[in-house]
């Protein structure tokens, strides 16, 4: 079987969330099973120059967009026979210095350039020597291309064309834009219509995924449930009801070649659950970069996020406030960027409480992997989270995660309540500050019994979220849209 996964963020290529994670490790999970896989990708800023594995192919194309032909270029990256990883060069629209947007503005022009990436990855799968079965596309910005294949079998352009699979990571980021720019699609207006991406009088690029793929993933079996509600489904929730039966949620995995504790380059030093000298090491030298003194007998609480609405980091302001306040022991740790309001949130919470509070404002991979593996307790109050990947990284690096039961948080954390022998974390429901306030204050008490903090880290640092069980779920799905 030949799958082709078609993605606008790839790690270690590019990177925004955990899109980039999760294509990653699946395409090689997938290539790692005997499947042929081929990933799309736009070749960003700067990208060509870091990695020189990246190879011109000769094959350039120009695709006509709304009355002129843009240009673009195939680069490639074989990563072993069966996995290789193609590159869609078009520097007008991916020589940026963002993926989607700059200063906090998304670019004005993004529907013609994910369009030109989607409308690449059709050429790229149709004028492979050896055509893909399956065409998975991930996230909005790829949304039309099961409206692209279902077009070209329809229209006997392509009769034998490949099968779709999309996968939803966030249904709040929907790709919506003016109806005219239906027009940079090449297709005709008949093709516009609500059961493809027409959506209150705009073009939705989610829609056309949701309404022509062949079957739907999401990324947790919770996510998966909660968007067929108005609460969690950003008014799609009717349209994903009928589609009900072709929607499956499955939990990311973990690569924990690239995340774990015992052989990590940007570590101090390795730790396992057998033995966390190391890890007191790595919360020392921590405490040291992010500026706060150095203290083992003080819980260090982390977060590392983009700073958005989703992510609860109002509720982390308002409730490390009133804790802070109120004289509790603790520290917290948090890097991050995004959202202005926040980040001068966190910049005047860092100025009351200098001693307890370290705030790094920006985008730093590297310092990610020490702020799980310093922490001792790692925070994610999410309002919604689709799968979330901090928290796994978290169980693995022996940070407890503190969590709000939903999505993916509440399919891979275990609360004492739920389960006390094989609890991993604490958990809360409502999405308030006082609940969190009050989470964190049952992590200050499991914090005075070490015995407590061992058990739960034990079960969660041992906890295995590796890809092979997805990856199975993964197949069976190919399977079944590829003879459906
Ligand atoms: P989302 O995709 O919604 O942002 P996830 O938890 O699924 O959330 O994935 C987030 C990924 O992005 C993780 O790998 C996390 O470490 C990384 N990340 C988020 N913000 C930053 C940041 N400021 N610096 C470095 N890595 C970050």
């Not at 074989?78 to 869609?88: A, D, K, M």
């Not at 891979?412 to 609940?435: C, M, N, Q, W």
Request: glycine share 8%; charged share 20%.
């Amino acid at each position: 079987m030949h799958v082709l996964l078609a993605t606008s963020e790839l790690h270690p290529f590019s990177k925004t969330g955990g899109l980039a994670d999760m294509v990653a490790a699946l395409g090689g999970a997938l290539a790692g099973a005997g499947t042929h896989v081929t990933v799309v990708t736009p070749l960003y800023r700067g990208v060509a120059e870091k990695f020189p594995a990246i190879r011109p192919t000769g094959w350039k194309f120009g695709i006509p967009m709304a009355g002129e032909v843009v240009d673009g270029e195939f680069l490639r990256l074989e990563v072993s026979p069966r996995l290789n990883l193609w590159f869609v060069r078009q520097d007008a629209f991916f020589g940026r210095a963002g993926l989607y947007n700059e200063g906090g503005k998304d670019y004005a022009d993004n529907a013609a350039r994910f369009l030109f990436f989607t409308r690449a990855a059709l050429l790229l799968a149709r004028h492979l020597p050896d055509p893909p079965r399956i065409v998975h596309g991930h996230d909005w910005q790829t949304g039309l291309l099961p409206l692209y294949l279902q077009h070209a079998r329809v229209t006997g352009q392509w009769p034998n064309a490949p099968r779709s699979l999309f996968t939803i990571h966030n249904l709040a980021y929907q790709g919506w834009f003016p109806e005219t720019d239906w027009a940079l699609t090449g297709l005709s207006p008949d093709w516009f219509h609500l059961e493809s991406a027409r959506h209150h009088g705009h073009l939705n690029f989610l829609k056309a995924a949701l309404t022509q793929s062949n079957a739907i993933t999401t990324v947790s079996p919770t996510y998966a449930r909660e968007i067929l509600t108005p609460e969690y489904g950003c008014g799609l929730e009717g349209l994903l009801r009928k589609r009900y039966n072709d929607l499956t949620g499955i939990l990311n995995g973990v690569d924990y070649a690239e995340w774990n504790t015992t052989a990590n380059p940007f570590l101090p030093a390795a730790f396992s659950a057998d033995d966390l000298t190391g890890k007191a090491r790595c919360k020392a030298d921590l405490q040291k970069e992010m500026g706060l003194p150095v203290r083992d007998d003080l819980p260090l609480f982390t977060n590392i996020t983009r700073l958005t609405e989703q992510k609860g980091s109002e509720l982390i302001l308002t409730a490390l406030e009133r804790l802070l306040r109120d004289g509790a022991q603790l520290q917290f740790a948090l890097l991050g960027s995004g959202d202005r309001v926040l980040e001068a949130g966190y910049r005047g919470l860092v100025e009351r409480f200098p001693r307890q509070v370290a705030a790094r404002i920006g985008f730093d991979p590297a310092l990610a992997h020490r702020l799980e593996a310093g922490a001792d307790f790692y925070l994610m109050p999410s309002r919604f989270e689709p799968c979330g990947l901090n928290q796994l990284y978290s169980l693995r690096y022996g940070a407890i995660p503190v969590v709000r039961a939903t999505g993916g948080l509440q399919d891979s954390v275990l609360d004492p309540r739920e389960d006390a022998d094989h609890a991993t974390g604490i958990k809360f429901h409502a999405y308030e500050a006082p609940a969190l306030e009050q989470a964190i204050r049952k992590a200050l008490a499991v914090w005075a019994e070490p015995a407590w903090v061992a058990h739960l880290r034990r079960n969660g640092m041992t906890a295995d979220f590796s890809w092979e069980r997805q990856t199975a779920e993964y197949l069976a799905i190919y399977n079944e849209v590829a003879h459906g």
